[in-house]
């Protein structure tokens, strides 16, 4: 079984950011996945992986905030269209971008949502 290293950045609210690495086993399945809690101290995830179709799917308290998915392109970030949460939920999505972010914004201090991205 090969590997498949995932890296990432998380921004926290304070200016200061925790580095997140992810060593996946890649079967052939599609088994590719990462996952992180957002809350008001811990804003975006940012995830460096390959062009692909994946889900994005969240649940917990969102206490008034909005998840959105992004892609890089070019030194920026794009939110896919239609990519916004603000309930328990998911959705399916295709980027040929190799950097995608999962940004909780607006929320109050009982905001804490599980993101998780998988690759299909």
């Known amino acids: 079984m090969a590997?498949?290293?995932?890296?990432?950045?998380?921004?926290?609210?304070?200016?200061?950011t925790t580095a997140l690495n992810y060593a996946i086993g890649?079967?052939?399945s599609g088994q590719i996945s990462a996952s992180d809690?957002?809350?008001?101290?811990?804003?975006?995830?940012t995830l460096d992986w390959g062009p692909m179709e994946g889900?994005?799917?969240?649940s917990g308290t969102f206490g008034g905030g909005t998840i959105?998915?992004?892609?890089?392109?070019g030194s920026v970030y794009v939110d896919?269209?239609?990519?916004?949460?603000?309930?328990?939920?998911?959705?399916?999505?295709?980027?040929g971008s190799s950097s995608m972010k999962?940004?909780?914004?607006?929320?109050?201090?009982?905001?804490?949502?599980f993101v998780q991205i998988n690759a299909l």
């Open 102 to 113: 999962a940004t909780l914004s607006g929320g109050g201090g009982s905001s804490s949502v």
């Open 37 to 45: 809690t957002l809350t008001t101290s811990n804003l975006t995830l």
């Open 26 to 28: 890649n079967d052939n």
């Open 55 to 58: 889900t994005l799917m969240c």
């Open 80 to 95: 896919l269209a239609d990519s916004a949460l603000t309930d328990a939920g998911g959705y399916k999505f295709t980027s």
């Open 68 to 73: 959105t998915l992004s892609q890089k392109v």
């Open 3 to 16: 590997t498949r290293n995932i890296t990432g950045v998380r921004n926290n609210s304070d200016g200061s």
